[in-house]
């Protein structure tokens, strides 16, 4: 075995290729915060998020730092070629992607988010069970605020790979409200007042503006959709939706607009009309559902 050694030449180490090596890696290291910060600048000049120029910034500065540490390899080590490091490289990552499945496919889902940039930090969304506000965005994982004030950490997985609703995707959205107006009431009179009401409000918008149908017919009373625009924001929804209906039922109330309350028919058996029955009724053999 030492004869073995003793045969094999190897390059010797010296001072001048260390120093060398470690200019190599001094100067990628440099070059590889230069890039990054071009990166990002770039990526935010033409209209990317910031989230999505940083994160890409970063794994750029990344790839420089793994060539410039290479590069200083052989450089210092003149024995390792470029193609056995890249082979080494290609073995860990072999044995890393077996390791961290799941981290590797949220961090390459992180990358498709973040690529598309459909939502960013500040959006409001529905993901699953969950609804609120991002608050940040990585490469595995996306911070959410709910709206009850919750930190939820969503895998990027499963962001990629479920519906996701963004509420904030476009500047205004369409909200509803059911309203029970009695049959007999003048129920185009009745359209006309609710939209009135609801034109007067400034938390409704006038282009599109609010809309009320008649969608469907009870037993004593006929529904009434009234449908309006709004700012897109949770709490936005939330106060309109709120004066809508404060407006709507004063304004019925001033035009003397009878809202009627539904009538439920209930067809009684033979158990619950003995369960009906007073007990001196049941005593003197007489049934009454009276």
Do not use: C, Y
């Amino acid at each position: 075995m030492s004869d073995a050694l003793e045969g094999l030449e190897l390059p010797p180490v010296t001072l001048v290729g260390v120093g060398l090596g470690l200019t190599v890696l001094v100067v990628g290291i440099l070059l590889a915060q230069l890039v990054r910060a071009l990166v990002t600048r770039t990526l935010s000049w033409r209209g990317r998020s910031e989230s999505s120029a940083r994160v890409f910034g970063r794994l750029v500065s990344w790839l420089v730092t793994a060539l410039a540490v290479g590069a200083a390899v052989t450089v210092t080590f003149p024995s390792i070629r470029p193609v056995n490091l890249l082979g080494g490289i290609g073995v860990v990552s072999i044995a890393a992607g077996i390791a961290f499945q799941t981290v590797l496919g949220n961090m390459f889902a992180g990358i498709v988010i973040l690529t598309r940039d459909k939502f960013r930090v500040g959006d409001q969304i529905s993901v699953g069970e969950h609804r609120g506000t991002v608050v940040h965005m990585g490469l595995t994982s996306t911070s959410v605020r709910t709206f009850d004030g919750r930190l939820v950490l969503v895998p990027n997985g499963t962001l990629h790979s479920e519906v996701v609703t963004v509420q904030t995707g476009f500047e205004h959205v369409r909200s509803s409200v059911l309203v029970d107006v009695a049959d007999t009431a003048d129920l185009d009179r009745a359209a006309r007042v609710a939209v009135d009401a609801m034109r007067a409000l400034p938390q409704v918008l006038d282009d599109p503006g609010p809309e009320a149908f008649l969608t469907s017919i009870g037993t004593a009373t006929v529904q009434l959709e009234l449908r309006f625009w709004s700012g897109a924001r949770q709490l936005e929804t939330k106060e309109a939706t709120h004066a809508v209906v404060m407006a709507v039922l004063d304004a019925f109330a001033e035009h003397d607009v009878e809202a009627g309350s539904d009538v439920v028919t209930i067809d009684a058996g033979p158990r619950l009309t003995r369960l009906l029955v007073r007990p001196e009724d049941r005593e003197g053999g007489v049934a009454s559902t009276s």
